[in-house]
T-cell receptor, first 115, second 114 residues
């Protein structure tokens, strides 16, 4: 069975500082990992994904994520936060091989970037 | 423009009155799905479809029906809505249903059942 956890309901960071939004996962096989962002009154937008290969994945809007197999983590990062990055962030996992057709989403982390 | 559309965006209804939320995508995606989003619970999948005429239950299918008669459309049907179905609903699609394909989400439908 697959599962994903986002241990922080909310992350606060000052504009210009680096940000990290945490995600840990559990799968029996290999994971496909995703980050999505939800701005107020909008649907989720895909940010980036890890399939295989380089552990550092780069995505949209300057975000990146680091896959750590030993710690079963896939934390989202950005070197310098913007106020416009304030949104709800979701981590999701799918299992490979023979993975579920149903991706599992975390509960979401609210990122607040203060001016 | 590649997109997933949902209608209506907002709906207030009464218990027991059948309703349908439409979903359409213009990307020729095989896989479509419905989620509900509730505070503290994240996104939970209701139903999904791997292709035309192929649908299956997600994690929380009770009280919902779906159909996939055309590739682009995947309506969500609540035959007898109840207040516990008050939620924010999202339709999503992806090229394939397996593996590494990311999903594209619609703008959401906020449903209130009184």
């Amino acid at each position: 069975a697959q599962s994903v956890a986002q241990p922080e309901d909310q992350v606060n960071v000052a504009e210009g500082n680096p940000l990290t939004v945490k995600c840990t996962y559990s799968v029996s096989g290999n994971p496909y990992l995703f980050w999505y962002v939800q701005y107020p009154n909008r649907g989720l937008q895909f940010l980036l994904k890890y399939i295989t290969g380089d552990n550092l994945v780069k995505g949209s809007y300057g975000f990146e994520a680091e896959f750590n197999k030993s710690q079963t983590s896939f934390h989202l990062k950005k070197p310098s936060a913007l106020v416009s990055d304030s949104a709800l962030y979701f981590c999701a996992v799918r299992e490979d091989p023979g993975g579920s057709y149903i991706p599992t989403f975390g509960r979401g982390t609210s990122l607040i970037v203060h001016p | 423009e590649a997109q997933v559309t949902q209608n209506p965006r907002y709906l207030i209804t009464v218990t027991g009155k059948k309703l349908t939320v439409t979903c359409s995508q213009n990307m020729n995606h095989e896989y479509m799905s419905w989620y509900r989003q509730d505070p503290g619970l994240g996104l939970r999948q209701i139903y999904y479809s791997m292709n035309v005429e192929v649908t299956d239950k997600g994690d929380v299918p009770e009280g919902y029906k779906v159909s996939r008669k055309e590739k682009r459309n995947f309506p969500l049907i609540l035959e007898s809505p109840s207040p516990n179905q008050t939620s924010l609903y999202f339709c999503a699609s992806s090229l394939r249903g397996t593996g590494s394909y990311e999903q594209y989400f619609g703008p959401g439908t906020r449903l209130t059942v009184t």
